[in-house]
Nanobody, 124 residues
Framework: QVQLVQSGGGSVQAGGSLNLTCEAS??????????VGWFRQGSGNTREGVAS???????SYADSVKGRFTISKDNAKKTLYLQMNSLKPEDTAMYYC????????????????WGQGTQVTVSS
């Protein structure tokens, strides 16, 4: 069982930056072998993949955030990060971190473990 606790997020004006953090519980075994990622869900929309890191450490990004968002993972701290720069109003959503031992990439269906979500609001 993996528990993920998120922090960060909030409100910012367009062009600003925010950083999200996701900490796995201290009892998580093999954190370095998990596929991890960030997803978001705007009001009335489906949950979409934003960025992910697979088992080999390869990063993937949604086209809408490439060049603006950076995902990173600290295996020693069992923590996942999402640095968001040049934020746009369309980035407004609830953001979720996720982890799965087998499922990697930007597809949300079937992922085993989710953080509690954190709101990101970007005003124009």
């Amino acid at each position: 069982q993996v528990q993920l606790v998120q922090s960060g997020g909030g409100s910012v004006q367009a062009g600003g930056s925010l950083n999200l953090t996701c900490e796995a519980s201290e009892y998580t075994y093999g954190w370095s072998t998990y596929c991890v990622g960030w997803f978001r869900q705007g009001s009335g929309n489906t949950r979409e993949g934003v960025a992910s890191i697979d088992k080999e450490g390869t990063e993937s990004y949604a086209d809408s955030v490439k060049g603006r968002f950076t995902i990173s993972k600290d295996n020693a701290k069992k923590t996942l990060y999402l640095q968001m720069n040049s934020l746009k109003p369309e980035d407004t959503a609830m953001y979720y971190c996720a982890a799965d031992f087998w499922r990697c990439g930007l597809v949300s269906s079937g992922i085993d473990y989710w953080g509690q979500g954190t709101q990101v609001t970007v005003s124009s």
